[in-house]
């Protein structure tokens, strides 16, 4: 079995520089055939700009892509055949049809014109809009519109699918579908690149995550690799009023030996592997007896939120750098040859 066998992305010695300043910096991950692969930083840690250069839209600096066997700095029209791509933006024409919005994007990727009218039919019934199929998309939900979107991506049948960020926006409900539409395409050996700012979604998601930050990737591996990473045991979380949190620092430190990661809003988190029931009862009634304001205290498993902020320091929607950035990539447009 040779290498093109078992991957669909081959990235080594990723880099991107914008005149002085290096949005990534020497990035190098493999992406399995059939597997649903996560990106995962703070917005402006670089997610965008790794998107761009898989999808030809930007040229790096240095490095190698390599995208089902072709070379991306010089096979990128045939590239962009086997790539499909949804933005984080739903990129629907309000004003035409279901219809009319897949004929659009099947002439894009000059599909046929024999074979449209049969790949767009099975398109509508693959997002279960057959029944709306002449209804002007602007009058759709939120759910509907993004599930329109995501079979605009697969028109082309693609091999690798790109998906930025699917269900932002959308409520509980639509959000859970799309999760069971981008597993059952997963069940048909597409390969899948997810961007996400929700951590569960990862979790729930994600054969392997990959998390970057300032341009390079920090740690790459399944969920449950990742949260062992943090700790291999139970977790102390405690949650204070903002002007307890010096006392708190101190008591922690001096008092009961312990080492935490302490966050901005006042949330002190505790990794130690042995921290049971008696170590969470001595922490609280330290915290009680120096009269500390606690808001909450409890023991959990490590999350995705975790190992996130143990590798960033940050909060995935501490700032808008890559939302701008994946703004400018459905201003672009993606879709067939250039």
């Known amino acids: 079995m ?28 493999k992406i399995k055939k ?9 917005n402006g840690a670089g ?26 700095s010089s096979e990128g029209e045939k590239i962009k055949q086997l790539i499909g791509f949804m933005t ?7 004003y035409l049809t279901a219809r009319d919005n897949l004929r659009i994007f099947a002439k894009l990727y000059h599909i046929p014109k024999e074979r449209i009218a049969e790949k767009v039919n099975h398109a509508l019934e693959e997002a279960n809009l057959t029944s709306f199929a002449d209804v002007a998309a602007g009058t759709f939900s939120g759910g509907m519109q993004r599930r329109l979107n995501l079979v605009k991506s697969m028109i082309q049948e693609p091999l690798i699918l790109i998906l930025d960020e699917p269900t932002t926006g959308l409520d509980i409900q639509s959000r859970v579908g799309m999760w069971d539409e ?24 994600c054969d392997r995550i990959a998390i970057i930050d300032h341009g390079k990737v920090m740690a790459i591996g399944t969920a449950s690799e990742l949260k062992k990473t943090v700790s291999k045991g139970n977790m102390l979380s405690i949650k204070v009023g903002l002007k307890d949190r010096t006392e708190v620092s101190k008591i ?7 080492d935490f990661d302490e966050k901005d809003d006042g949330l002190f988190v505790i990794s130690t592997e042995d921290i049971q029931l008696d170590r969470l009862i001595k922490v609280a009634e330290e915290l009680k007896k120096n009269k500390v304001e606690v808001h909450t205290i409890g023991m959990h498993l490590p999350t995705m939120d ?33």
């Open 34 to 42: 059939g597997e649903i692969f996560g990106i995962l930083g703070p």
């Open 47 to 72: 997610k965008t700009t790794t998107l761009n250069m898989i999808l030809g839209l930007l040229r790096p600096t240095s490095g190698k892509i390599i995208i089902e066997g072709y070379d991306n």
């Open 2 to 29: 040779t290498q093109n066998d078992l991957y669909s992305v081959e990235i080594t010695g990723l880099k991107k520089k914008f005149g002085d300043f290096e949005a990534v910096k020497d990035i190098s991950f």
């Open 182 to 205: 981008i597993k059952r395409l997963r069940s048909k050996g597409i390969t899948i690149i997810l961007t996400t700012q929700y951590l569960e979604e990862a979790d729930q998601l």
């Open 252 to 258: 922690l430190k001096s008092k009961l030996k312990l």
């Open 88 to 94: 984080q933006e739903t990129v629907v024409d309000s």
């Open 306 to 338: 975790d190992v996130f902020m143990k590798l960033t320091g940050s909060s995935i929607r501490d700032s808008t750098g890559d939302q701008k950035a994946g703004k400018n990539i459905a201003k672009m447009g993606w879709g067939g040859r250039r």
